[in-house]
C-alpha cells in the first residue's frame, strides 16, 4: 500500500492513503462564476464521482469552491492520486469557461488548500461548513435553496 506523500509548493500538500480531505481552491483576482459557469464546475467535480473519489459535499461558490472528498483505492490497494483528479476538474472547467467567454489565460489559482479530515467530527464539521457556506454568505436563505450546493444522498 502506498504511504503518506507531502509536497509544497506555497503550501504543504499532504496525501495519504484512505483519507477524506477538505479542499478549497479559488478563482484568480477579481474573476466570479456566473451561474452556468457554477453550474458547469459542480458537474465537473462529480463526472469521477464513485470513478476516481467519492465527493460527500461540494460547493461553488462565486469566488471559490469547497469539497469534501475522498479519492478511491484501487485494488492494489494504492489510492489514486488527489492532485491529478483536482488538476483533471481545474482545467477542464478553466478551459471550457475560458472558451466559453473567449478569454485566454488562468481562471483557477495555481495551488489549493486541502486538509486531511482526522476524525467524524471534524468530517460533520466540514460538511456543515459547506452546506452553510452560500447562507453564510448571503447568497441563500437555506441551503437546500443554493443550487450549486452537493451533497451525497
Known sequence: MASFQSTRRNLPHWQQPGSTYFLTWRV???QHLSPQ???MVLETLLYWQEVKWTVYAAVVMPNHVHVLAQPLTLT???AINLSQIIHSVKT???RTINGQRGEPGS???DERH???VRNEGEFLEKWQYIRNNAVVKGLAATPEE???LYEKG
Open 28 to 30: 484568480k483576482g477579481d
Open 37 to 39: 459557469e457554477r453550474s
Open 76 to 78: 492494489e490497494g494504492q
Open 92 to 94: 477542464y472547467s478553466a
Open 107 to 109: 481562471l483557477w489559482q
Open 114 to 116: 486541502d486538509r486531511i
Open 146 to 148: 443554493y443550487p450549486w
